[in-house]
């Protein structure tokens, strides 16, 4: 597939690529002119039913992300946007018990057959921007339309005003979107100038406090500061996760950021340092630059076999006092997958009806789009990552098993990876990784609530299927316990009773605050963004905000 790359677009990927590297001071990309995608629309009046006054999910299968099996059927009562009952209704393969059904119900959903989950948490959500064409309403749509009713944006791309600006329509359901968590820069938003010594970040972190943020974004900070972020921050009631990038991360690991009270770790760096036994610096290649994206990429894919060995003595200690840390990790395994097998990442079947043009094009290769870092992979290189994700899986599956949690985030928008079907291939590679199943959803649910309230000692306001707590439901027509293909909104491919291949699966419900949104329908209105992006660009009808000049 050719694809040209306007000259618009090349300023866009090289501001896209600058906004993640964590070379420049702490503030000083928040000193660069912004542009911004529109907000997303007023929901319309045909989007998404409710809240009811009296909802009543009629007979499903329930898993309620504890970890606890599933049962059914059971009927869920839903009064405005707060579950109030949960009650069972018979067995499977028997007649309903009606004597048990709760009555009264102003509207009600047969869901006999199906299964319900509690609302999906993505602890890693950009929510699109300038630089990949994306519009706010298409990459909202996109999470809803996978079960995803919950988002933790890191960085707050779009700017800070524009994010808690989305948070605070999102929680009044003026728009059709997930509940937004605004997780913000060192720096970002105020006039103070770059965060560049410990008081300054102690002074910004009281100001972003005041604006109304629920979270701080790190990176490679001085460890002085990154010591007063985080310290100010836990003080103030706080978030903090961090990726603790390449150009850091000799003078701060993981280890040494948990101990200062970093509450989350994004992605894996740190993780291989903090387990380093016969060196202190990663083999870098005489040649490597940091601003080259195929040295970063690729020489990340030869580090965790550079740690201690699994099972060792330096592996231990470090997993033991993470325990203790109580350090939460949020792997994002997904947006590296394409690393090991770029084929499959660049050809999934969904991209045809559900990426935008612009996006497409974000993601051929580039020497400036972040993440675009095709310029010769190797199968050599597909090989190296490969055994690290090995590596990695090892070490989150030894975390899960041993306490630790380990929860799930996406960070799609980059790497062939799309918004929602993103976060549903994460599922898959954390059961490859060796979770049952239920502990997948539970990272799913659980443990982004848990880690979302935690910094604020709140206690969890979803993430459970469980009276008081506020109605974020997934409703779904197969088992994904059986296969979490069938949350992909294109579904699966099944031999029907005939004998013949039929789809079947995606979502077919998701609710938030006992709105009832139809995904089938979001999925609709997203294919149709796309089309029109398509024919503008056939017609040459130039780019605007949420397209580009060239099609897929």
């Known amino acids: 597939m050719q694809v040209l790359m306007s000259q618009q677009l090349s ?7 600058a906004a993640f590297l964590f070379t420049a001071p702490a503030g000083v990309l928040a000193q660069q002119p912004r542009r911004t995608v529109p907000h997303a629309p007023d929901r319309g009046a045909t989007e998404g039913q409710g809240p009811f006054e009296r909802l009543i999910l009629r007979g499903a299968t329930a898993i309620d992300g504890t970890g606890a099996p599933a049962q059914g059927p059971v009927d869920i009562v839903i009064e405005g946007n707060r579950i109030v009952q949960i009650t069972s209704v018979g067995s499977p393969g028997a007649p309903i018990a009606e004597e048990r059904r709760p009555q009264d119900a102003s509207h009600e959903i047969d869901t006999h057959g199906m299964y319900v989950l509690p609302g999906f948490v993505d602890l890693h959500a950009h929510t699109g921007g300038v630089s990949q064409g994306t519009p706010a309403e298409y990459v909202y749509k996109l999470w809803l339309a996978h079960g995803v009713t919950t988002i933790r944006d890191p960085g707050s791309g779009n700017g800070v005003d524009w994010t808690l600006q989305a ?23 105020w006039d103070s100038g770059p965060v560049t010594t410990p008081e300054l970040a102690r002074a910004w972190v009281r ?15 001085d460890p002085a500061i990154m010591a007063a972020l985080i310290d100010q921050a836990i003080k103030l009631g706080l978030g903090t996760q ?15 950021a948990a101990r200062l009270g970093l509450g989350s770790l994004e992605h894996w760096y740190g993780l291989p340092e903090a387990l380093f036994d016969d060196r202190t610096v990663q083999d870098f290649p005489y040649d490597y630059n940091y601003n080259n994206e195929y040295h970063r990429f690729g020489q990340a894919g030869r ?12 592996w231990n200690a470090v997993i033991e006092e993470l325990l203790e840390l109580g350090f939460v990790i949020d792997p994002t395994m997904t947006i590296y997958e394409a690393s090991r097998d770029v084929m499959r990442a660049r050809e999934a079947e969904w991209h045809d009806t559900y990426t935008l043009p612009s996006l497409w094009e974000f993601y051929q290769p580039s020497r400036t789009s972040h993440g675009s870092y095709w310029f010769d992979w190797t199968t050599q290189d597909e090989i190296e990552w490969k055994q690290n994700f090995r590596i990695w899986m090892a070490f989150l599956n030894e975390y899960n098993n041993r306490g630790g949690r380990v929860c799930t985030g996406s960070d799609s928008g980059f790497i062939y990876k799309l918004y929602g079907f993103g976060y549903v291939r994460e599922l898959e590679l954390l059961q490859e990784a060796g979770f049952h199943p239920l502990e997948v959803i539970r990272s799913a649910t659980l443990c982004g609530a848990e880690t979302l309230h935690e910094p604020g000692r709140e206690p969890i306001k979803f993430g459970l299927i469980k009276p008081g707590l506020l109605a974020d439901l997934v409703v779904v027509e197969e088992n994904p316990i059986h296969n979490f293909k069938v949350l992909y909104g294109t579904g699966t491919v099944r031999l029907d009773q005939g004998g013949s291949p039929a789809r079947v699966g995606g979502v077919r419900y998701t609710v938030k605050d006992g709105i009832v949104y139809d995904a089938r329908r979001l999925l609709a209105d997203v294919a149709r963004i796309v089309e029109q992006a398509k024919s503008a660009a056939a017609t040459g009808a130039g780019p605007n905000p949420a397209t580009s000049s060239s099609g897929r």
């Open 11 to 17: 300023q866009q990927r090289a501001i896209a690529f």
């Open 242 to 256: 961090a990726h603790l990038g390449q150009m850091g991360v000799a003078r701060m690991d993981a280890l040494d």
């Open 303 to 314: 580090l965790w076999k550079q740690a201690a060995t699994p099972g060792s003595d330096r």
């Open 207 to 221: 100001w972003a406090a005041e604006k109304g943020v629920d979270g701080l974004k790190l990176g490679s900070h």
């Open 167 to 189: 948070r605070e329509r999102s929680a009044a359901n003026e728009i059709v979107a997930p509940r937004v968590f605004v997780y913000v820069r060192p720096g970002a938003g």
